[in-house]
């Protein structure tokens, strides 16, 4: 994976005892580049699915909210809640087409007694296909380098039982943007992992969110009953670099998968990016 270069990058900053909690790290403007991929009807053109792929150029920006938001409790003291709004702007990195708009919040929301609940993590977005998300997790921070495990682009489902032979050829015989392998359309986080080989990594911070058990996709009914987006996970790692000459720079790197049903199939839709603040 391409990305731009680290001698740009903006160096660590001291976010000690922030309101924002691990947050605080996603403050400012990131841009790289990443891939795409995700499968799609096509019964316009007669055929079940299109395999669409995607090499990307991407801009985050994450701008921290001017200050807390209550939330009031009838069977609890008051929370406050602290957090950034954020617009993520995804583009062809041939083309510079326009892929993904993406306006939400992410929320860093303290421990409750009731509901009994540790501290956690919100991400809200909405997208307009005509989508809304809340995804709830948790932030931590290790030494060391990211654990960034494989992820399967293969559908499933009860509808795989009656595919005929050859019905998954696209994803096995694609026609691959620039800079994308074809091992990454089987695993799509190899192209993670190739775009941090041979960096000094000092420690990572880790934001997980899925949109289950509490939370969701809600959905416009076309969606729902053509491409119906039911459930999202996402990782995004924040990793402070070391070079060669001690500096430090930090760079953001996220796996996302939402999952599309139709034809009684679960299409994993997965998009990957490396991108350093600049």
């Known amino acids: 994976m391409t990305s731009y270069s680290p001698r740009r990058a903006a160096p660590p900053g001291n976010l000690d005892s922030t309101p924002l909690g691990l947050l605080a790290e996603l403050e ?13 009807p096509n019964k316009q053109n007669n055929t079940a699915f299109r395999l669409m792929l995607n090499a990307t150029a991407e801009r985050i920006q994450f701008t921290a909210i001017g200050g807390v938001v209550p939330n009031r409790g009838s069977v609890q003291d008051d929370i406050g809640i602290f957090g950034l709004t954020y617009l993520q702007q995804v583009n062809d990195a041939t083309t510079m087409e326009g892929l993904h708009i993406e306006p939400g919040l992410w929320l860093n929301v303290p421990a409750t007694s009731n509901p009994k609940a540790g501290p956690s993590i919100v991400r809200q977005s909405t997208i307009p296909h005509g989508d809304s998300l809340l995804a709830q997790g948790t932030a931590f921070k ?4 990211p654990q960034i495990a494989a992820v399967s682009s293969k559908p499933t489902g009860p509808g795989m039982a009656h595919v005929p032979l050859g019905y998954l050829d696209p994803y096995l015989h694609s026609n691959l943007p620039p800079g994308m392998k074809q091992s990454y359309v089987a695993n799509m986080n190899q192209a993670l992992t190739d775009a941090i080989q041979g960096q000094k990594i000092v420690n990572t911070t880790v934001l997980t969110v899925t949109s289950i058990p509490v939370g969701g996709i809600v959905n416009i009914p076309f969606l729902t009953a053509n491409a119906n987006p039911t459930r999202l996970d996402a990782i995004f790692w924040i990793e402070t670099v070391e070079r060669p000459d001690g500096t430090q720079f930090v760079q953001l790197q996220y796996t996302q998968t939402v999952i599309l049903n139709f034809l009684n199939i679960d299409w994993p839709h997965i998009s990957v990016g490396t991108m350093i603040r600049t």
């Open 142 to 145: 290790v030494a060391g380098g």
């Open 28 to 40: 400012g403007t990131w841009s790289g580049r990443g891939f795409n991929l995700i499968a799609v």
